[in-house]
T-cell receptor
Framework: AQSVSQHNHHVILSEAASLELGCNYSYGGTVNLFWYVQYPGQHLQLLLKYFSGDPLVKGIKGFEAEFIKSKFSFNLRKPSVQWSDTAEYFCAVNAANTGNQFYFGTGTSLTVIP | DAGVIQSPRHEVTEMGQEVTLRCKPISGHDYLFWYRQTMMRGLELLIYFNNNVPIDDSGMPEDRFSAKMPNASFSTLKIQPSEPRDSAVYFC????????????FGPGTRLTVL
């Protein structure tokens, strides 16, 4: 079965620090990759997505992610975090030919200290 | 469109009671998903529908859980009888009838079973 691993469960950073959250998936076929963000008390929202083309994807609020097929990874990055980035971040995979089913990682909680 | 609508937003009930969660997907979306989010297990897919038909309910924890989608604009998730370990946030999400589309999440229902 497909699975998504997020290695960092809880990350604490100071403002202006750089961020990288890891995401690895297990599926050998064609995948579509997503990062969702959940701000405190809110629902999940799409941060960015990769379907095909340039493996470096830019999303909202200065976030980007790089798809490295050989490593089955889709790590999320931001050069300089802000206090408002404090949230839970979920990586998700939608594997082709799985009937549109999504697989989510367990999430990474990011706390940014002013 | 108002987005995915869920009700109630908060539900507190006693063990043994029946609980019904409701969801209205975005109009035109043919796929509807029910998720459960807990601290211990993260975001889990419970069941999803395509054109009102349940496609995969392998994530439903046990027979106490049931889900229906009587029409394209309404779905329910029922727990009968409820138990304290069912306490979680339950999210509904919908997506278009096509591959490789993002899921749009509702605000969730926070369920507390005493």
């Amino acid at each position: 079965a497909q699975s998504v691993s997020q290695h960092n469960h809880h990350v604490i950073l100071s403002e202006a620090a750089s961020l990288e959250l890891g995401c690895n998936y297990s599926y050998g076929g064609t995948v579509n990759l997503f990062w969702y963000v959940q701000y405190p008390g809110q629902h999940l929202q799409l941060l960015l997505k990769y379907f095909s083309g340039d493996p470096l994807v830019k999303g909202i609020k200065g976030f980007e992610a790089e798809f490295i097929k050989s490593k089955f990874s889709f790590n999320l990055r931001k050069p300089s975090v802000q206090w408002s980035d404090t949230a839970e971040y979920f990586c998700a995979v939608n594997a082709a030919n799985t009937g549109n089913q999504f697989y989510f990682g367990t999430g990474t909680s990011l706390t940014v200290i002013p | 469109d108002a987005g995915v609508i869920q009700s109630p937003r908060h539900e507190v009930t006693e063990m043994g009671q029946e609980v019904t969660l409701r969801c209205k997907p975005i109009s035109g979306h043919d796929y509807l998903f029910w998720y459960r989010q807990t601290m211990m297990r993260g975001l889990e897919l419970l069941i999803y529908f395509n054109n009102n038909v349940p496609i995969d309910d392998s994530g439903m924890p046990e027979d106490r859980f049931s889900a229906k989608m009587p029409n394209a604009s309404f779905s329910t998730l029922k727990i009968q009888p409820s138990e304290p370990r069912d306490s979680a946030v339950y999210f509904c999400a919908s997506t278009l009838d096509a591959d490789y589309n993002e899921q749009f999440f509702g605000p969730g229902t926070r369920l507390t079973v005493l």
